[in-house]
């Protein structure tokens, strides 16, 4: 194209900078919707990661509820969600710092401290108003072995007395109560399965602070989640049971697929609090869906099963992980799209403008022509299986490449590892493609949003399938000449940082890789890890400490020896989930083996950075990285960092 000016990959100046990521950058996290407003969740970088409570009106008015000195978030199950509650004028919410439960109205003011309980955490709240109590998910944390989860009651009106109401199980999610106030239901599941392997359903009669005749509904070897009552008082919820997630009810002592479509309904459920589907009006539900990656809103009569995509203005091809909710009319949900990064929107009916943006999560100044778009692509794998990834081409409206030259690649593998990426605009992967990387982020075999087989198909082979996976995508683009062979590096964070790891300790295809808070030793990962996934592993490599030998083979830490391309890492102090020693050991052993090495650790970060100044740091600190391997200068000028063995 004349005019642009010709440059190395990964030399390009960009109008993306590690500054428009962060700036005036949110996280958009739990959504509550009542008939006196919307309120969300916001996690901000420039605040130091914390979390607040925002508040709307119907008219527009806006306004902050939890004070500066108060974060609202929760740790139960270490990921939190289901922080916050509201009640008429009322707000309750869990405060970061001591897990305990807070009162304060929608202005901010008359902050009281509900709860007295050190040793125990609450999330996923419902309101049990004619018997003045909050039905909760607890966590106990006085069993030295693990923590104890539990549902509780809080007595709102007196001293915050906490009752146990069902105990036993290892996990609980979800109790919501019945419009009449005469049963609750709640979802529950035991070791060694996760939400996505096996839960139950259960019902029982809520008669003062007890339960009775409990009672499960629906729940075998199915994934059971998000149960819902509707306004007449039938229970609705989730289920995998037909191969994908679909919303069903169970009326006259039996359940009924709603949605009988090869679609999944809901994600993963990581965090509590959260449903893909809710009542709109009294008859008739909104709900969100994902096919083959890509996901729609839409209507459905819970009567006659019709089902109809909502037609909307706005370009949406993703629904966030928090999910959305909804009554009188009205829905709230945060959405996304390959132009434009993830917004709160209001959804009315009988509103001429039906769709709202009520808050952007970054505030974003830079032309559309400078973004790559997300392109599906489907290759084959091991197995004769196929594979699905979203490919982004090197984009630059002022620059191109020598006429030979081939872009670097940067390979993506997502955390979880059961999840899922995302197609909706992120600078983060701009930051990339506009200086001349292509990028793919791949989902492989376990990933979510293309059923329970495919969900599954990484059970036991967690360190293979997914390895091979990675490793396939980057062959099809060499294949399809889109790539420069010679310069393929992987990224990834938590699990992804696994399979980074992996991919470079038992395959010789990548020229660098970059691990965030990455699992380097499975036993570690098997013994220290939390509770919530403290038996993860038996799914996804095998039983511990039976199969110990498996887990021996597949951790990166064993196979050192066989990694000889260099290797960044980064790693939050705090972190609880994937502890500091598994990189801090990964760093000690690559560079006595002699291979280039750099480690970079931040205080106060937990599974995650949060702060900006972190975030920033450890994005320019990887192209630095790059910049020395692949052998390009960077346009602008970045901070030094130290590589070992270089």
Known sequence: MPGKKIAPYGSWESPITTESIISDSISIGDLFISNEGIFWQE?????????????????????????????????????????????KDEVYFSNFSNQQIYKTNLTGGNLTQITNEPLLRFADG????????????????????????????????????????????????????????????????????????????????????????PQKIAGD????????????????????????????????????????????????????????????????????????????????????????????????????????????????????????????FTYETKASIKLRVVQVSTKNDIEAIHFSKPLPVKYSTTNNQEC????????????????????????????????????????????????????LDVNYRGSTGYGTKYRKALNGNWGISDVDDCVNGGIHLVSKGLVDPKKIAIRGGSAGGFTTLACLAFTDFFAAGASYYGVSDLTALAEETHKFESRYLDSM???????????????????????????????????????????????ASLKAKGIPVSYLEFEGEQHGFRKSENIQRALEAEFYFYSHVFGFKPFDPIEAVQIDNK
Request: net charge negative.
């Open 126 to 213: 419902t309101m049990d108003a004619e018997r003045q109590q909050i039905i909760y998910v607890g966590e106990n944390h006085d069993n030295k072995d693990e923590p104890v989860n539990c549902i509780v009651s809080v007595d709102i009106q007196n001293d915050g007395e906490v009752t146990i109401l069902a105990s036993g199980a290892d996990f609980y999610a979800s109790p919501v109560i019945s419009p009449d106030g005469r049963t609750l239901a709640w979802v529950q599941w035991n070791h060694p399965n996760m939400p996505w392997d096996a839960t139950e359903l259960y019902v029982a009669d809520l008669k003062h602070s007890e339960l009775y005749n």
């Open 43 to 87: 996690m901000r970088p420039t605040e130091g990661g914390r979390c607040t409570i925002m508040y709307q009106t119907y008219d527009g008015s806006k306004n902050e509820i939890v004070p500066k000195s108060y974060n609202a978030r929760t740790r139960v199950h270490e990921y939190g969600g289901g922080s916050y509650l509201v009640h």
């Open 221 to 344: 070897g199915e994934s059971v989640c998000q149960p819902l009552w509707s306004p007449n008082g039938i229970l609705h919820y989730i289920s995998d049971l037909s191969g994908w997630w679909n919303i069903c009810k169970y009326e006259g002592k039996k359940s009924h697929n709603l949605t009988p479509i090869n679609a999944e309904f809901t994600q993963a459920q990581w965090g509590l609090g959260v449903r893909f589907y809710d009542f709109i009006t009294n008859d008739q539900i909104i709900c969100a869906y994902s096919r083959l990656g890509f996901w729609k809103v839409a209507l459905l009569d819970p009567i006659s099963c019709d089902f109809v995509d909502i037609d909307v203005d706005i370009d949406i091809t993703e629904i966030h992980r928090t999910g959305l909710k909804a009554c009188n009319g009205k829905a709230l949900f945060v959405a996304g799209s390959p132009d434009h990064s993830y917004s709160l």
């Open 388 to 439: 699905h990834a979203f490919y982004y081409s090197p984009v630059n409206v002022n620059y191109k490449a020598p006429e030979s030259a081939k872009p670097p690649l940067i390979i993506l593998s997502h955390g979880g590892p059961t999840g899922s990426t995302s197609n909706t605009l992120n600078l983060g992967i701009q930051y990339w493609t506009s200086r001349g990387f292509a990028i």
């Open 541 to 587: 490599v095998g039983k511990y400490p039976e199969e110990r030998q498996k887990y021996l083979d597949r951790s990166p830490i064993n196979h050192t020896e066989n990694l000889s391309c260099p290797v960044i890492l980064f790693q939050g102090l705090e972190d609880k989930i994937v502890l500091p020693n598994q990189s801090q050991k990964m760093y």
